[in-house]
């Protein structure tokens, strides 16, 4: 993955941050150990789709998604201003919490052929590993996107707060977690499977996805 030098002054270890925490994700390494992430379905129709906006949190062995109900004409301005929002309490009674820094913070999320443009307020190296693929992997599965393309082939762009030169392009993988754009597709669990290779090498065969409505 390549793009130019930071040109503000004072960060010159952003780069090196974000690549070793995408080089981490790609691998299926996560802050909170191996556990029940995946990438988001691809299987769904794009109508069901549409209709919801499927919002990656995290529960205790990993990333979880839930889903929410899409206005009309959603896209992924919609997903994020949904993920910053946070889990719902019915959620949070249940372990599901979120990486993401707290207080009132506004990412703008941009749709593109194939792609989405996020505008963050944070460096990278100021978040989580966890909280970075929470962002790639909530715009990937984001409605409204041209293109077509399934979630684990949209690119997303990370544009840094007060940084210049060109962005991160990252997608959410097979597992997940947020990886290089140009980096070789892993052997991983087929998106919206329940299955990933744990630590000892083993199948966790529960399902990672989580209903809003069944936790309601």
């Not at 949190?57 to 009309?72: I, K, N």
């Amino acid at each position: 993955m390549t793009r130019a030098a930071p040109r503000r002054a004072g960060r010159p270890a952003s780069a090196c941050v974000l690549l070793a925490a995408l080089a981490l994700s790609g691998c299926g390494i996560a802050d909170s150990g191996p556990g029940h992430a995946g990438a988001p379905a691809r299987g769904a129709s794009t109508k069901t789709a549409d209709r919801t906006l499927r919002i990656t949190l995290v529960a205790p062995h990993g990333s979880w998604t839930v889903t929410r109900s899409a206005p009309a004409g959603a896209g992924p301005q919609q997903a994020l201003d949904a993920l910053l929002a946070g889990p719902t309490t019915a959620e949070r009674a249940r372990g599901i919490t979120t990486a993401l820094p707290s207080g009132r913070h506004r990412v703008r999320a941009v749709a593109a052929p194939g792609a989405v443009d996020l505008y963050l307020p944070w460096l990278v190296p100021e978040l989580a590993r966890t909280a970075v693929n929470q962002l790639v992997c909530t715009a990937a599965a984001a409605p409204g996107v041209p293109g077509g393309k399934r979630p684990v082939d949209v690119v997303v762009r990370v544009h840094e707060s007060g940084l210049t030169g060109s962005p991160w392009h990252v997608r959410c993988d097979e597992t997940g977690a947020a990886a290089p754009a140009d980096a070789p597709r892993t052997n991983g669990p087929a998106p919206g499977s329940a299955q990933r290779l744990s630590a000892e090498g083993r199948r966790d065969k529960r399902s990672n996805v989580v209903e809003s409505e069944g936790l309601s």
